[in-house]
């Protein structure tokens, strides 16, 4: 066994002594204890430990004995709820009644893993301002403590963790060894955090602060001060992608801040778009962004203001996409795409010209273009959903969307294009308007397009992982349906009322 297992081993040993004696005994027995995730306590519920791949409740009922028995052997419970071992990373968090006993403990397992930023070295060495985004639990902290062992220790640069709920360096006076030589400070209350990140800039000099979970706009701003004095940032904030980021109002300053600019009638005009625009305010205060969308799984934005300049204008930008392969080599398996120039009026009149000699290019606007697309490959019509109005032939919308002076109508308008108009945003009513705009018969029975549909659907579900409804059925058709999906190993039901009566196949 490697020091590194061992070491962890011992530190899931410190979390289990601080447990009940019964609950200690069950836990130290179980064969996957390496892998245990938290521990939840409960009051009057059995204890529950979950592992990476089960979860498993203990015998009897927690007690207040139980709960006091933890919350005597840990650190005190900051204004956050929170406290932890010493010399540890592990984190226990408190529930409490109305009139503020405990009542529930959750405690959560915290590891020190080495290694883990070698796919993103490069980035992190730049010296360049790095925020990381990522749903709760995919490893952000993780990464931020391996920054700052790996700044301090090989880099020999001068870093200060800004430890909130000290998830970062563990709780106790002494920071984990897992930060490294980095510097540590603590907050108060997490109301406070801004103001020991302008301290520790101030008062300590450092060259690289690491701070976690920026969730408030005075946090937002401190950030901001903090690059403006040729300070390094590494943080982590609330959002799991870069667009999360733009679109909440407290924390868009980090991406550059979003304002509405009224462009004039000539400019508008040039970049064919209505007057009023969003643009961004600032730069970044984060030069670089990365999404971490799976544990190995990283989506870099190695320059943040070009890929916020693109969101705003409709555009969706590529980033650079590293994964780390179950044989652990690195590989990038999506090179970032350049950022096209603005096209000229010459560029724009060439390509309104060459546009009839592709496939129809339908704009939707309040209409799903997942199921346009879908529509589209089951009855094999040349045609394609357009992203943007600007590279559209016909725009599809709704009746309801569709009244003289709305948005749509205006920029169809001003794009000389012609508007189709649907009842309601249904796949039915989608089917309908392609059969008649294209003047076909579809291609095939009913039944060979009710498999061609189901199939390009489970193919759907698997890219977006998210249910797809398909079009109603008989009951002889839906059965093919299903089978179809059992063969996928993915699950469906029948939804809805005859007529309308159809599958909806799940992730």
């Known amino acids: ?53 089960r979860t498993m409740l203990l015998h009897g009922t927690v007690n207040q004995g139980d709960i006091d028995y933890v919350t005597a052997r840990i650190g ?23 009139v503020g006993k405990i009542i529930g403990l959750t405690c959560r397992i915290g590891r020190a893993i080495y290694g883990t930023n070698d796919i993103i070295q490069d980035v992190i060495e730049s010296g360049k301002n ?14 931020l403590r391996e920054a700052a062992r790996v700044l301090s220790d090989k880099f020999n640069r001068r870093v200060i ?3 909130t709920s000290n998830e970062i360096a563990g709780d106790g006076d002494i920071p984990h060894p897992g930060i490294g030589k980095a510097r540590r400070m603590q907050v108060a209350a997490p109301e406070l955090q801004h103001r020991v990140m302008i301290e520790a ?26 690059a403006e004095r040729g300070v390094q940032l590494i943080g982590t904030a609330h959002g799991n992608t870069l667009d999360n980021i733009i679109s909440n109002p407290t924390l868009s300053d980090l991406a550059g801040g979003i304002q509405s600019v009224i ?12 007057k009023a625009v969003l643009e961004r305010k ?29 969101l705003l204008r409709g555009r969706e930008p590529q980033p650079e996409v590293r994964v780390r392969t179950a044989g652990g080599k690195i590989e990038v398996v999506q090179k970032p795409k350049e950022e096209q120039p603005e096209p000229t009026d010459k560029e724009i009149a060439k390509a309104a010209k060459e546009k009839d000699k592709g496939p129809l290019q339908i704009y939707p606007f309040g209409i799903n273009a997942g199921t346009i697309e879908r529509a589209l490959r089951v009855m094999q019509l040349p045609a394609v959903v357009a992203k943007e109005m600007d590279e559209a032939d016909v725009v599809l919308t709704t009746k309801s969307k569709a009244r003289p002076g709305t948005k749509v109508m205006v920029m169809a308008d001003a794009h000389n294009l012609p508007v189709h108009v649907i009842k309601k945003n249904v796949s039915t009513q989608i089917n309908k308007f392609l059969r008649y705009y294209f003047r076909a018969e579809e291609k095939g029975t009913a039944e060979e397009q009710a498999m061609r549909e189901v199939e390009d659907a489970i193919s759907q579900v698997r890219n977006i992982k998210k ?25 469906s039901e029948s939804v809805g009322e005859e007529p309308k009566r159809r599958l909806r196949i799940y992730p």
């Open 467 to 491: 249910s797809v409804d398909l079009n109603p059925q008989n009951a002889y058709v839906r059965r093919l349906q299903h089978q179809k999906v059992d063969a996928a190993k993915m699950h």
């Open 161 to 163: 963790v800004v430890d």
């Open 263 to 274: 462009l004039g009638d000539e400019e508008a005009k040039r970049r064919r778009t209505q």
């Open 76 to 98: 005190s419970f900051s204004a956050d709820n929170r406290a932890g071992i010493e010399a540890t990373l592990h984190r226990i968090s408190a529930m409490r009644n109305r």
């Open 201 to 226: 800039v101030e008062n300590h000099m450092p060259e690289v602060i690491i701070v976690d979970e920026i969730g408030t706009e005075a946090e937002a701003l401190a950030c901001r001060t903090i």
């Open 130 to 143: 790095l925020l990381f985004m990522g749903p709760p639990g995919i490893g952000k902290t993780t990464k």
């Open 1 to 53: 066994m490697s020091p590194t297992v061992n070491s962890q081993n011992e530190e899931i040993l410190k979390l289990l002594t601080v447990l009940p004696l019964d609950i200690q005994k069950v836990l130290k027995d179980s064969p996957d204890l390496p892998s245990i995730v938290e521990v939840v306590l409960d009051l009057g519920r059995p204890a529950e430990a979950r592992f990476a791949k």
């Open 282 to 310: 600032a730069p970044p205060t984060f030069e670089i962004a990365i999404e971490i969308r799976e544990r190995d799984t990283f989506a870099i934005y190695q320059d943040v203001a070009k890929a916020v300049d693109s």
